[in-house]
Nanobody, 126 residues
Framework: VQLQASGGGLVQPGGSLTLSCVHSGFTLDSSTIGWFRQAPGKEREGIACIRQADNNKAYATSVRGRFTISRDRAKNTVYLQMNSLQVEDTAVYYC????????????????????WGRGTLVTVSS
């Protein structure tokens, strides 16, 4: 199983970035892909998740309305479109995969994710 996140960088407040997570090695329709982030001195938090079997999506309150998770099944890629970025969004962003279809109440719990990619740093600063 491999997960590779990319697309991080430096962006000004109010700007946009799109992160990509290329994944392989597990059954697509029995998986949940999640985006997590960890800011300096803070705990890792789940921010956006997609259940592959039915395209069910969930967002944390902190990003709802600004971030959009989507997928391209042909490319084995999950995206995180981030708009209206704020300084508080500065963090290392990780994509993770659970080898099962998670219920919504579990989607943001990192302990249910089996595989993790290396993070990509997003810095929001003027």
């Amino acid at each position: 199983v491999q997960l590779q996140a990319s697309g991080g960088g430096l962006v000004q407040p109010g700007g946009s970035l799109t992160l990509s997570c290329v994944h392989s090695g597990f059954t697509l329709d029995s998986s949940t892909i999640g985006w997590f982030r960890q800011a300096p001195g803070k705990e890792r938090e789940g921010i956006a998740c997609i259940r592959q079997a039915d395209n069910n999506k969930a967002y944390a309150t902190s990003v709802r309305g600004r971030f959009t998770i989507s997928r391209d099944r042909a490319k084995n890629t999950v995206y995180l479109q981030m708009n209206s970025l704020q300084v508080e969004d500065t963090a290392v962003y990780y994509c993770a995969a659970a080898a099962r279809n998670l219920i919504r109440s579990s989607m943001f719990a990192s302990q249910y994710y089996d595989y993790w990619g290396r993070g990509t740093l997003v810095t929001v600063s003027s």
